[in-house]
């Protein structure tokens, strides 16, 4: 079982910055493949960055060159840090954990990031 918790959403005016956080009670965390989703009303949740075992990284296009992904596996934890925010990114952003041994999905609860033009 993996439990997610994120932190560090808030409101922020666009060109700012912000780092989101999520912490994992996993002792498995060295196999997961993690990610981060965000889901603006009226939308689809859809990826924003994934970041594997091995520290691979992937971006949406939305994203690329702003956003940020990282992962510190001695405490079991990832970050998302977000440069260059625009209003089209406020949503609520949600910590993903992937198992690829056991095809098990683990989500968080999600943390609202608003960003004001």
């Known amino acids: 079982q993996v439990e997610l918790v994120e932190s560090g959403g808030g409101l922020v005016k666009s060109g700012g910055s912000l780092r989101l956080s999520c912490a994992a009670s996993?002792?498995?965390?060295?196999?997961?493949?993690m990610g981060w989703y965000r889901q603006a009303p009226g939308k689809e949740r859809a990826m924003v960055a994934r970041i594997t075992p091995g520290s691979s990284t992937w971006f949406a296009d939305s994203v690329q060159g702003r956003f940020t992904i990282s992962r510190d596996n001695s405490k079991s934890m990832i970050y998302l840090q977000m440069n260059s925010l625009i209003p089209e990114d406020t949503a609520i952003y949600y910590c993903n954990a992937q198992d690829m041994r056991s095809s098990s999905d683990y989500w968080g609860q999600g943390t609202q990031v608003t960003v004001s033009s």
């Open positions: 996993t002792n498995i965390f060295g196999f997961l493949h």
